[in-house]
């Protein structure tokens, strides 16, 4: 049978990150795959996960199966996180959490309980949203439409353009949203903007996933979840997908959420008797290293305290790579307008690249970037930051 098989296409974004690797030029620079790095272009483990891995070392008796929707402390956790202590969805019991294997692993148990449970319901994606999306959800047998999102002209929210969007969206669809640091392109409507999304899904019917993979990137771990808890006060249901690889530092151990927000604790119970049921045709139940250090760390109040500041380290490091990369383009003389990046938040930038400007960028200068133009700023260090504006200044 497998005379037949063809060499299937590489994926857009790692498959990069693959060329790179067997580049040969010392001075390589990659800003494609998401994956924070320090200034040293090293990607680190946090303090506060070697400390509860520690504890998980001494403490640890057993390496049974988790449950289906995994360790209950973690999901109580990924709640409080979420929504704040003490929210009226977590003391009603309105939330039902199942442990996933990363953010990706989340949005496809997501998207089979939407094809299986909802199979009318289409699924609507910003424009353009994180390529991973399309191919997720379309493995999972779901229709996929497009809403409007970023204007090209400003490189900033089309506010005007994406709330017509929404308005045609027939009721029992669903709309993806990204809860902050939206990617590819970085950019986040305001809490009023938020709001008035609210108000809209509210009216028109339209089911939000929020796939919120970035918490504490933005303007801070609490401040982040400004957009959701709008949400929360216009529409009683919803589903989101969370995921810990970003803000943790835990991206090789696949560890995210997926949680269902409904009208009472029996309907959340209802609805997550099924996603278990996905679950267990998936994978069975989720791998449980990652989960225990989140709730090691989330639970004790010092570590919590540390993880904070950890957190606001890396995303103290990428705002001022934004501020030096285009600090840097305007000094070398580049006329090209760059500023919306100092406004845009999390990891990724949209940076207006054209698709034969990354090619040369690659083959001439072995500086990787997604054929879409979006880039990892966390990729950018002050060491690399001349050579990379030069480059993108010869390539304008």
Not at 132 to 161: Q, S, V
Not at 288 to 315: C, F, M, P, Y
Request: glycine share 8%; with cysteine; aromatic share 8%.
């Amino acid at each position: 049978m497998f005379e037949k098989v063809q060499i299937a296409p590489p994926d857009p974004i790692l498959g990069l990150t693959e060329l790179f690797k067997a580049d040969p030029n010392p001075d390589k620079i990659n800003l494609s795959v998401g994956v924070y790095q320090d200034s040293t272009g090293k990607t680190p483990v946090l303090g506060t996960v070697k400390k509860a891995e520690k504890l998980i070392l001494e403490q640890e008796s057993s390496k049974g199966y988790l449950p289906m929707t995994g360790d209950p402390a973690y999901c109580a956790q990924v709640q409080e996180l979420l929504f704040g202590e003490g929210h009226e969805i977590i003391t009603t019991k309105r939330a039902a959490t199942a442990q996933c294997p990363g953010g990706t692993g989340a949005l496809r148990v997501a998207g089979d309980y939407l094809h299986t449970v909802h199979p009318e319901a289409k699924l609507w994606l910003s424009n353009p949203t994180w390529a991973n999306h399309n191919t997720i959800f379309a493995a999972a047998g779901l229709t996929c439409e497009k809403y409007d999102y970023r204007d090209p002209a400003t490189n900033g929210l089309d506010f005007e353009a994406m709330c017509a969007s929404i308005k045609k969206i027939p009721k029992g669809d669903v709309i993806l949203l990204h809860g902050c640091c939206h990617n590819p392109t970085g950019i986040d409507p305001t809490v009023e903007q938020w709001a008035l999304i609210g108000d809209l899904l509210s009216e028109q019917g339209v089911l939000p996933l929020v796939d919120f993979a970035y918490q504490g990137l933005a303007d801070g771990v609490e401040e982040d979840r400004a957009g959701l808890l709008e949400l929360t006060k216009k529409v009683k249901q919803m589903l989101v997908c969370s995921s810990f690889s970003k803000n943790f530092g835990l991206y090789r151990e696949r560890t995210g959420a997926l949680t269902v927000v409904a009208d009472s604790n029996e309907q959340a119970a209802t609805v997550m008797s099924q996603v278990k049921l996905r679950i267990r045709y998936n994978y069975s139940n989720p791998p449980s290293h990652g989960g225990q250090i989140v709730a090691i760390v989330l639970g004790d109040k010092g570590l919590r305290t540390q993880w904070n500041e950890e957190v606001a380290d890396i995303r103290n490091r990428i705002n001022e790579m934004r501020h030096l990369f285009v600090k840097t383009l305007k000094e070398k003389g580049v006329e090209q307008d760059f500023s919306s990046i100092i406004d845009q938040r999390g990891m990724f930038s949209f940076s207006g690249l054209t698709k034969d400007q990354v090619d040369q960028l690659r083959e001439k200068y072995s500086i990787y970037i997604v054929g879409s133009g979006r880039i990892n700023v966390a990729g950018m260090t002050p060491d690399n930051m001349d050579r990379l504006c030069d480059a993108i200044k010869s390539v304008l």
